[in-house]
């Protein structure tokens, strides 16, 4: 196997001179950094040759890289992604697909799959990765380790490649809850909270029973944690969907315009047709032109993909608008100012590499699922690795709302502990 399993563009050794480094907060850290962010003196690549031909070396560096530097962490190397950040299987077909560490058969996840595989190969300390639409959450779930979407415009994207700027953020990986949290305190310009609690932990029941099987008791094992650390009256085992459909009108309108009137609403596919046009009108007004002048080589999917977003009448965008609106009020007002969301970072393993296209769509349209409600309502969400359960990867997800990041840094650094540790107990118990 490589031995950086195929994960880097290009590698080199990128530090600041300081006469105060051992003071820094990242000093003897290394990190990587996906070739969507903008570097002084290098060509930003954004995962496609044509792109990296047609565009000049950046002039400025992007803050979180620059931040991170200045901190006094080492960068290692630029990492492949997804062509355009338009995929979270991680394949590339110019630059190859980075090899799994967790599950070498599998997909690594993308957009940021080279990221997620140098932390996960234990080859840097984190790295640094960008979420439109699930591209840190997926590979940190698909490779076993820790991945943190910041609440949106929360960390600057100034000097980064824009997708869809209304969901696009900074994230960033790394394989212990420790390091995840120093690399916030760094980027995330937010006030201390060290001796918040949370109010309410919502782990709703009917989200947990869509998974796959119940091969991961995830459910299960959250509800035994969060009784654990904070007692069982901090729990809230309320159905999401019944309240989400109640508070947000336009779902059912939404929903009957994609399939017609049926007796089950079924609110997250509707809430991932609102997230996708909504991204995708973005990402149209960004890249069309460049797309229509350059007629650039794409791989499978992504070309299927950018022809759709071309293609596509944008008809329903202002229902899609009230939604976004609604859900982002709805769910502020469940969660209050202190709670909790618990779901299911993905549903299921990471797909086989060979698996076939057809077979691939089906399963991304039922895996993502859960994605769009954080990129929706611009929440802050971390996906934390429970371990491997019959040599699959296993993770779940906390959110709060706008603004509590470094809140909800704590209390997974609170909960991660006995998570772990009940989720062996509950694997155990079934051999």
């Not at 960068?75 to 980075?98: Q, W």
């Not at 820790?146 to 394989?175: K, Y």
């Not at 779901?343 to 991304?364: C, Y």
Request: charged share 20%.
């Amino acid at each position: 196997m490589e031995d950086d399993f195929g994960a880097f563009m290009e590698k080199f050794e990128l530090k600041l001179s300081s006469t105060i480094r051992s003071s820094l907060p990242l000093q003897g850290l290394t990190f990587a950094v996906k070739d969507i962010f903008d570097m002084e003196g290098f060509v930003t690549g954004f995962g496609n040759p044509d792109w990296a031909r047609t565009h000049a070396p950046a002039k400025l560096t992007s803050f979180a890289v620059l931040a991170i530097l200045n901190a006094g962490a080492t960068c290692l190397g630029r990492t492949i992604m997804d062509e355009m950040a338009f995929s979270v299987n991680g394949k590339n077909k110019h630059y190859g697909t980075p090899t799994n560490p967790c599950v070498p058969d599998r997909v690594p996840g993308g957009s940021s799959s080279g990221s997620a595989v140098a932390v996960a190969a234990k080859i840097v300390d984190f790295s640094l990765g960008t979420d439109t639409g699930g591209s840190v959450r997926v590979p940190a779930a698909y490779c076993g380790i820790f991945g943190f979407r910041p609440s949106h415009g929360i960390v600057s994207t100034e000097n980064i490649i824009p997708m869809a700027q209304s969901f696009d953020t900074v994230g960033w990986f790394a394989r212990d809850i420790h390091t995840l949290t120093s690399i916030g305190d760094v980027l995330l310009q937010l006030p201390l909270e060290k001796n918040k609690q949370p109010t309410s932990i919502l782990i709703p029941r009917d989200i947990f029973q869509m998974c796959n099987s119940s091969r991961d008791q995830m459910y299960q094992i959250m509800n035994a944690s969060v009784e654990i650390i904070y007692g069982t009256q901090m729990i809230d085992n309320e159905n999401l969907e019944g309240y989400i459909c109640n508070k947000v009108p336009n779902i059912q309108k939404f929903y009957n315009k994609l399939q017609g009137k049926e007796e089950t609403l079924q609110f997250l596919k509707v809430l991932e047709h609102v997230s996708r046009l909504l991204q995708r009108i973005e990402i149209k007004n960004n890249h069309e032109e460049w797309i229509k002048t350059t007629n650039p080589d794409f791989g499978p999917g992504i070309k299927e993909r950018v022809a759709s977003v071309l293609n596509e009448d944008f008809n329903d965008i202002d229902i899609c608008y009230a939604i976004r609106a609604e859900l982002r009020a709805a769910l502020s007002n469940l969660l209050g100012e202190n709670g909790i969301l618990a779901i299911p970072t993905v549903f299921g393993p990471p797909p086989k590499l060979d698996m076939a296209a057809s077979e691939l769509n089906n399963f991304r349209a039922r895996a993502f699922s859960l994605l769009p409600i954080a990129g929706l309502t611009g929440f802050c969400q971390i996906s934390i690795p429970l371990g491997m359960h019959k040599n699959e990867p296993v993770s779940i997800s906390l959110l709060a709302k706008h603004g509590s990041d470094k809140f909800l840094l704590n209390v997974a650094q609170e909960l991660y502990a006995t998570l772990t540790e009940q989720a062996r107990t509950a694997w155990n118990s079934n051999q």
